[in-house]
């Protein structure tokens, strides 16, 4: 309901007008203050944090069950146990950063249909919601960055960026806008049909029994230690993603573009498997590499790529011409690698901005100049 702004304001105006006029102004100074309180009083936020308490009691458990696996590790598991841990978490960390993301979400290059299988059972591991899911997100993420519709809008500080909005319901405008965000490839991958359709089955499987099974069968590992290991291992994977989404939003450079949040960060880039680079990946979201980098020290993921490439199960791998990538850095970039021009654009936003190939704001001029490299039939 609308507060009354007139109806009070009418009668202490018509008093004022019979005193003199420095009783006049104070009258209307008292009228403006009340009306600002009054509104104040009266208007409601649009959208208030509503707790999913279920999430809160799941992630508490986790994280203190992770120091406790940790424990366990260091002075207790067997060598092979935290050496499985390790490879299980690399494996499951490819699924999101190769498959759930660059192959999925930005459709940054394409793969033959055991790649595919490979990545949904690697990404299922991981526990990130099935792929469909975290396509959705991501896109809706890369296309409204730094508003409301941003699922982890970083805006709103690191915690909530990070962990916080998996603990509370989603904005509206998440919901609304994300629903304007095409799907239809997705709909179409037998894979991710398929994953979405048994992920109720696959998951406790992939992420949680097989990784605790194994050690106890093959190495007679105790069941308790592979189990608080399995949840050190999964909530380690968890932070070091989430990092992308808090990190990655607040400490770095921003050579591509000065004018929104993601920035460019070496330290990111080596825990999440070549993710840190993420002004870049903003501006050119369709580049299989996710950064300019032209080797593998910080970015794990695009070796992973190329090997399959190698082999002939990755094919369409998209590039961006150094060209464009220079251009568009001296335009809106912070000058930190490269030099700034004349013509600088200083009002540059993130308006229309795009979640990858496919989407349809994407410049014709941008997919003409796309190179791709490993061309399929």
Known sequence: MAPNLFGNAATLFLEASQQDVSQKEAAEKAVTQKLLIQKAQNLKPKYQWKIVWRNIIAFLYLHLGALYGLYILITAAKFYT???????????????????????????????????VILMLMQTTAFQNHIYEWVRDHRVHHKFTDTDADPHNAKRGFFFSHIGWLLVQKHPDVINKGAT???????????????????????PIFCFLLPTWIPCHFWNEKPIYAWYSTLFRYTLSLNLTWLVNS???????????NSI?????????????????H????????????????????????AF????????????????????????????????????????????????????????????????????INKGD
Do not use: C
Not at 314 to 334: F, N, P, Q, W
């Open 181 to 203: 965000v095409d799907m239809s490839d997705l709909e179409k991958d037998a894979v991710v049909v398929w994953q979405r359709r048994f992920y109720i089955i696959l998951l």
């Open 82 to 116: 935290t050496l499985w841990s390790i490879i299980i978490g690399s494996f499951a960390a490819i699924g999101v950063t190769a498959g759930a993301h660059r192959l999925w979400a930005h459709r940054a290059y394409k793969a033959k249909w055991p790649m595919r």
């Open 261 to 277: 949040s993601p920035t460019d960060s070496l330290s990111v880039g080596i825990v999440a498997y070549g993710e840190g680079w």
């Open 279 to 302: 002004n870049y990946h903003h501006i050119f979201p369709w580049d299989y590499k996710a950064a300019e980098l032209g080797n593998y020290r910080a970015n794990f993921t695009t």
């Open 305 to 372: 790529i190329d090997f399959f490439a190698w082999i002939g199960w990755a094919y369409d791998l998209k590039i961006v011409e150094h060209s464009m990538i220079k251009k568009r850095a001296a335009r809106t970039g912070d000058g930190s690698i490269y030099a700034q021009t004349d013509d600088r654009d200083e009002h540059h936003s993130h308006e229309g901005a795009i979640w990858g190939w496919g989407d349809a704001d994407m410049a014709l001029e941008d997919m003409q100049k796309v190179k791709i």
């Open 247 to 257: 990190a990655a939003h607040i400490w770095g450079m921003k050579p591509y573009d």
